[in-house]
T-cell receptor, first 113, second 112 residues
Framework: EADIYQTPRYLVIGTGKKITLECSQT?????MYWYQQDPGMELHLIHY???????EKGDLSSESTVSRIRTEHFPLTLESARPSHTSQYLC????????????FGSGTQLSVL | KNQVEQSPQSLIILEGKNCTLQ??????????LRWYKQDTGRGPVSLTI?????NTKSNGRYTATLDADTKQSSLHITASQLSDSASYIC???????????FGKGTMLLVSP
């Protein structure tokens, strides 16, 4: 089992609200990632980090932001949620000793009404 | 454009039977290929990672093969169990690039 945790598991909010999805890992991995996944579709990278104070945008345009102040913590924030943000958000970290094998959290299912 | 195509899109098999899932990719330059298992509502879990020089890798009842010349991979599941019901995702990494290319997955249902 991977030691990477996401909260909340499920979130239903109204349009315009600010939300933060939490992700923490206790494996000491430098690299962390946020993916977005819609049902039956492939994962799309929205943000990644190579270490503390490092953040990069991924392939999928996103209105979210991330921060990496501590190695173990990589939260994702939506300043103003919209129905188009409804999706599953998966956090992951990787181990360079294992060919960057990804360890995923259980995900946050976000519904914006 | 880097792409990963998986087939079939979905598959139903009887418990105890074997099955093979396919993955074709156009990612270049190739670094490694991974297979992940994703249970419904959960994050993916790594099954295997293969580099260019590896053409077979096993993890219990799961055996992955890689043909880097034809850019094809397969995942063979032996003696399927109900717990094998999940989506199986093929992921390819390009050398020198920080991002991965994901397939859409094959949804496997093992029926009793």
């Amino acid at each position: 089992e991977a030691d990477i945790y996401q909260t909340p598991r499920y979130l239903v909010i109204g349009t315009g609200k600010k939300i933060t999805l939490e992700c923490s890992q206790t494996m000491g991995h430098d690299k962390m990632y946020w993916y977005q996944q819609d049902p039956g579709m492939e994962l799309h990278l929205i943000h990644y980090s190579y270490g503390v104070n490092s953040t990069e945008k991924g392939d999928l345009s996103s209105e979210s932001t991330v921060s990496r102040i501590r190695t173990e913590h990589f939260p994702l924030t939506l300043e103003s949620a919209r129905p188009s943000h409804t999706s599953q958000y998966l956090c992951a970290s990787s181990d360079h000793r294992l060919k960057e094998k990804l360890f995923f959290g259980s995900g946050t299912q976000l519904s914006v009404l | 454009k880097n792409q990963v195509e998986q087939s079939p899109q979905s598959l139903i098999i009887l418990e105890g039977k074997n099955c093979t899932l396919q993955c074709n990719y156009t990612v270049s330059p190739f670094s490694n290929l991974r297979w992940y298992k994703q249970d419904t509502g959960r994050g993916p879990v790594s099954l295997t990672i293969m580099t260019f020089s590896e053409n077979t890798k096993s993890n219990g009842r799961y055996t992955a093969t890689l043909d880097a010349d034809t850019k094809q991979s397969s995942l063979h599941i032996t003696a399927s169990q109900l717990s094998d019901s999940a989506s199986y995702i093929c992921v390819v990494s390009a050398r020198g690039y920080s991002t991965l290319t994901f397939g859409k997955g094959t949804m496997l249902l093992v029926s009793p």
